[in-house]
């Protein structure tokens, strides 16, 4: 299983998951993608509606809020409590109908989804790779270092890194891609046109057929 993680919220995670998916699906494989917990559903979940549409099927998140905040808290303002034992039964389940699944979290690896529970330790209990999503804009090499870092520290094993670049949004869009190479040690893609989710894809989850 893979976690679809962000180095902040509104990063393109759901985007990014998406297009691998749908480039995988139209070249056959049983893949899928869940939103694991969804905030800021006012009226619907915008990123649980764009994953059901790429997966052909209602996929409902486990938990979802109408507050745009981190899980715990919007659970927290809405008088819910949220399981973890419940996620991981949920997550279990769906996995088995799939041959993979991307999983996305919500926000960055270190949001909490209950108490001082974060995706993080979700990733550890359920041995998953991490993907990391981040925005190809000023401030971005230091975020993106921070999530792999603690990912590497608690002895998560970090899949990539996906920079997403909506366009030259400032000078540092120009050279971080060049710069997250030769700073990681994992590897690094950048996403700015259809053609990318090509490749990302089948680095992804090789068809091994």
Same mark, same amino acid.
């Given at each position: 299983? #893979?976690?679809?993680? +962000?180095?902040?919220? +509104?990063?393109? &995670?759901?985007?990014?998951?998406?297009?691998? #998916?749908?480039?995988?699906?139209?070249?056959? =494989?049983?893949?899928?993608?869940?939103? #694991?917990?969804?905030?800021?559903?006012?009226?619907?979940?915008?990123? @649980? &509606?764009? #994953?059901?549409?790429?997966? +052909?099927?209602?996929?409902?998140?486990?938990?979802?809020?109408?507050?745009?905040? @981190?899980?715990?808290? $919007?659970?927290? *303002?809405?008088?819910?409590?949220?399981?973890?034992?419940?996620? &991981?039964?949920?997550?279990?389940?769906?996995?088995?109908? !799939?041959?993979?699944?991307?999983?996305?979290?919500?926000?960055? *690896?270190?949001?909490? *989804?209950?108490?001082? !529970?974060?995706? %993080?330790?979700?990733?550890?209990?359920?041995?998953?790779?991490?993907?990391?999503?981040? /925005?190809?804009?000023?401030?971005?090499?230091?975020?993106? %270092?921070?999530?792999?870092?603690?990912?590497?520290?608690?002895?998560? =094993?970090?899949?990539?890194?996906?920079?997403?670049? =909506? +366009?030259?949004?400032? =000078?540092? $869009?120009?050279?971080? !891609?060049?710069?997250?190479?030769?700073? /990681?040690?994992?590897?690094?893609?950048?996403?700015?046109?259809?053609?990318? $989710?090509?490749?990302?894809?089948?680095?992804?989850?090789?068809?091994?057929?």
């Amino acid at each position: 299983m #893979i976690l679809v993680t +962000g180095t902040d919220t +509104g990063v393109g &995670k759901t985007f990014v998951t998406v297009s691998i #998916i749908r480039e995988l699906r139209n070249n056959g =494989r049983n893949v899928c993608a869940f939103k #694991i917990v969804e905030t800021g559903c006012e009226p619907i979940c915008e990123d @649980a &509606k764009r #994953i059901s549409s790429v997966c +052909g099927k209602e996929i409902k998140p486990v938990y979802s809020f109408k507050t745009p905040v @981190a899980p715990s808290v $919007a659970a927290e *303002i809405e008088g819910k409590e949220i399981s973890i034992e419940k996620i &991981k039964e949920e997550m279990a389940s769906f996995a088995a109908e !799939y041959e993979d699944v991307l999983f996305e979290g919500a926000g960055g *690896i270190l949001v909490p *989804i209950t108490g001082k !529970y974060t995706f %993080l330790d979700l990733a550890k209990d359920l041995n998953m790779e991490v993907l990391i999503v981040a /925005l190809n804009k000023l401030g971005v090499m230091n975020h993106t %270092l921070l999530t792999v870092k603690v990912c590497q520290c608690e002895n998560v =094993r970090v899949k990539g890194v996906i920079l997403n670049h =909506r +366009g030259l949004v400032d =000078r540092s $869009a120009e050279t971080n !891609y060049e710069s997250l190479k030769k700073l /990681l040690d994992v590897p690094v893609f950048l996403f700015s046109e259809t053609d990318d $989710a090509v490749k990302i894809s089948s680095w992804l989850l090789p068809n091994s057929g």
